[in-house]
């Protein structure tokens, strides 16, 4: 932890807390999660998180937050490091903006879904969708992507052992979960097929499927009650009942009624109609490496940076070049003038 040097508190969770912090070592700005005392290094659930971590970061997705170092330190604290996102979570653009525009909600989800793609491709699930966990960042063009944060926290929560801690207080937030994660049974990609759910009805209708009320009155609506048609909640936005169809079924209580796969979910999504007669864009397939795969707001205005004065750079060299030209230009025309000026010279001499 020597090498990081905090500087402001920028949240915290059940699960830990988010640091603005230093690097010592390149002089950049970073976020560090210290994870809370309960959980120690050495603990099976901590070793699990950071195991997903590790070999989430390898996959080098775009739409997958890389971590840039694990480790503890002297109070033995386990500890993440990531690229610092300051002010970019779903969660702020939708408590600020509110719900966003179906075609807008439904390219985030199909970034969402291309992260999941990747993990289910390595055998790891993320179980902790929420718009906390989403990343809107722009690149250097000004392009939006979106990024998942969170994956291996799940194992932290251990919902599935123990919804609530002793005294009450929920480990995770019941406004995102699947059914069979608060009951106990067996997890696997259709989960993150139902949070994906709730993550899209939530964009679109700006608030999640169900709220109000205590852990076990919002995960037992979770699992028996159905929920209002995004069309139905918002009919001003012109959802349109082919993408509130989809939204459904991603929500359905049985998994095996739900889409299958996430590949299958984004294929849904690419074939609705939007109600302004587009269709959903698909998802970007460049696979960067996985130190590139996100840029932070300092990387990108060095970047940025760079690009000018190479810009610059070219337009003096382009500015050095036309007045070179114009000088021999001009070197030459005063040449011509002196030999016409001779010619001239020589025909009055031969004239006299």
């Known amino acids: 932890m020597s090498r990081y040097l905090l500087e402001e508190k920028l949240g915290q969770g059940n699960v830990g807390v988010v640091y603005r ?36 970061t390898e996959l080098g997705s775009p739409h997958l937050m890389p971590t840039l170092g694990i480790g503890e330190h002297a109070e033995r ?46 055998s790891l699930l993320h179980m902790d969708l929420k718009p906390a966990n989403l ?12 990024v998942l944060g969170g994956v ?17 207080e929920c480990l995770a937030r019941p406004e995102y979960l699947a059914p069979e994660i608060a009951s106990g049974k067996p997890l696997d990609a259709q989960t993150d097929v139902y949070l994906t759910g709730v993550l899209l009805y939530e964009m679109l209708t700006g608030r999640p499927p169900f709220t109000g009320g205590n852990f076990k009155t919002i995960a037992r609506r979770h699992a028996l009650e159905k929920p209002v048609s995004p069309q139905l909640v918002r009919p001003e936005a012109r959802i349109g009942d082919p993408l509130s169809a989809v939204v459904m079924r991603c929500l359905e209580k049985k998994p095996d009624r739900r889409y299958p796969t996430a590949a299958e979910l984004s294929e849904a999504l690419q074939a609705v109609a939007l109600p302004d007669g587009s269709r959903s864009l698909k998802t ?21 940076a760079e690009e000018a004065a190479a810009a610059k750079k070219a337009e003096e060299a382009a500015a050095a070049k036309k007045a070179e030209e ?5 070197k030459a025309e005063e040449a011509a003038a002196a030999k016409r000026a001779e010619e001239a010279a ?7």
């Open 21 to 56: 912090a230093i690097d010592q070592q390149s002089g950049q700005s970073i976020a560090v999660k210290v994870l809370n005392s309960r959980f120690t290094p050495k603990m099976a659930e901590t070793t699990k998180a950071f195991g997903d971590v590790g070999r989430a």
């Open 77 to 122: 604290h386990a500890f993440f490091v990531e690229p610092l996102l300051a002010n970019a979570s779903l969660g702020q653009r939708l408590e600020g903006n509110g719900p966003l525009p179906p075609a807008q909600a439904v390219q985030v989800a199909l970034e969402v879904i291309a992260g999941l793609k990747a993990l289910h491709g390595a």
């Open 135 to 146: 990343f809107l960042i722009r690149d250097p063009l000004g392009m939006e992507r979106a």
């Open 152 to 168: 291996g926290m799940h194992h932290l929560h251990r919902l599935e052992a123990a919804p609530t801690k002793a005294d009450g």
């Open 284 to 304: 970007t397939t460049m696979t960067p490496s996985p130190a590139k795969a996100v840029e932070s707001d300092e990387d990108a205005a060095a970047k940025k």
């Open 326 to 330: 114009a000088a021999a230009a001009k």
């Open 346 to 352: 020589a025909a009055k001499k031969k004239a006299d």
